[in-house]
């Protein structure tokens, strides 16, 4: 008998403010660095790199990171990384730095293993800058190859260790607030449905999802407040431990297919497609009383909405979802991004045929159709 089901949480998780002063206990004697080019002006860089001379440890830097990290930049990282023989690999800075740094470290174990060299994994250690991905705890890297993105998903790229350190966000846009928030509600809402999920990892994207509905808009309005940033920090990380185990879902699926066409940020796509997506999930058109309806009306009972069908708890919940986006300025639809519907329906296809064979589509609460994508990305448009 093969026992399938487990809870699996491999990096260690440091939080709340100054936490970034860990890098001075760290043990090794070269560091990688990964970061982003706003890590390095806002000078949190020149502290990572200061924090591990402390320890001991010399660095060698990347900055070369870019938004939706393609194989151009992971080849450019990969080269440096192998150069440096580092023992230690950081990345600071959004979620393409940490994707960039996992996409080098998965590459150079497969080319390692290709080449008949065994690759020992550095001490991986991930700080986050914006409060979205939970990339600092997931085995989830996001790669664009070709103009698409690929999702890439192993244990091995898991980071050793998070830093949540609360003043490395503070710096961060009020779009870039709204667009990784966003991103961390629909992370817990496709880890609270999918058909991997458990008592484990619901009772994460449970709490991840009461702390934004609590918090993100008064960070919208007020970056500077410790408290929002700490609680939307933490659900971001909790909800990152709940889908690292349950996988995500059809949201997530087509938001790479869209984001990847029309250069949308990943935050703002899934955003658009969420409400449609829960009513094919939820089957509001039919009895409304399946699993995906039963968990979104949970959902409903622990923001204290009615709830007493599983289709009244659904409709409250997706009301409520749709409100808190409506208060942080989030569009209607894809058309008031100005994308055109001749480009929209000439891409309809591409777009649907790539969501199919995402990583992210087999642990959705209802196996969809190349047709129901159709409907849904037109439902958005």
């Not at 997530?252 to 949308?264: E, K, N, P, R, V």
Request: charged share 25%; net charge negative; proline share 3%.
């Amino acid at each position: 008998m093969i026992i399938e089901d487990k809870f699996i949480l491999k990096s260690k998780v440091y939080f709340n403010t100054q936490s970034l002063q860990l890098l001075k206990q760290i043990t090794g004697s070269r560091a990688f660095i990964v970061a982003d080019s706003i890590m390095e002006t806002l000078g949190y860089l020149e502290k990572t790199v200061d924090y591990l001379s402390e320890a001991g440890i010399s660095s060698e830097v990347f900055s070369g990171v870019r938004p939706d990290p393609d194989v151009k930049v992971i080849a450019e990282g990969l080269k440096l990384y192998k150069e440096s023989a580092a023992d230690v690999l950081v990345a600071i800075g959004g979620g393409s730095a940490i994707d960039t740094a996992k996409g080098i470290l998965y590459f150079a174990w497969k080319f390692g293993s290709i080449e008949g060299v065994e690759i020992k994994k550095p001490l991986f250690i991930a700080i986050p800058s914006t409060s979205g991905t939970g990339s600092e705890v997931t085995d989830f890297s996001v790669i664009t190859c070709e103009g698409e993105k690929v999702c890439i998903v192993d244990e091995f790229i898991a980071p050793d260790i998070a830093i949540l350190d609360s003043t490395c966000i503070q710096h961060v846009p009020q779009r870039v607030v709204v667009d990784t928030g966003i991103d961390v509600l629909v992370h817990a809402i496709e880890a609270y449905v999918s058909t991997k999920a458990t008592d484990f990892t619901d009772a994460l994207a449970e709490k991840a999802i009461k702390l934004i509905f609590e918090n993100l808009e008064t960070l919208y309005i007020d970056i500077n407040n410790d408290d929002a940033k700490d609680h939307v920090q933490n659900a971001s990380c909790m909800a990152g431990m709940a889908f690292t185990n349950t996988g995500l879902g059809i949201n997530h699926s087509l938001a790479h297919a869209f984001g990847g066409a029309f250069h949308i940020s990943h935050g703002r796509s899934n955003a658009l497609l969420l409400k449609a997506v829960m009513e094919f999930n939820a089957d509001l058109a039919g009895s409304a009383n399946g699993y995906a309806a039963q968990k979104y009306a949970k959902l409903a009972t622990i923001l204290q909405l009615p709830a007493r069908t599983s289709r009244e708890g659904t409709v409250n919940f997706m009301l409520a979802v749709e409100k808190l986006k409506k208060s942080l300025g989030i569009e209607d639809n894809m058309r008031t991004l100005g994308i055109e519907e001749r480009e929209f329906e000439n891409l309809l296809e591409q777009m649907a045929e790539t969501a199919m064979l995402d990583r992210c589509t087999p642990t959705n609460p209802k196996q969809p159709s190349k047709e129901d994508l159709i409907q849904i990305y037109r439902k958005c448009y």
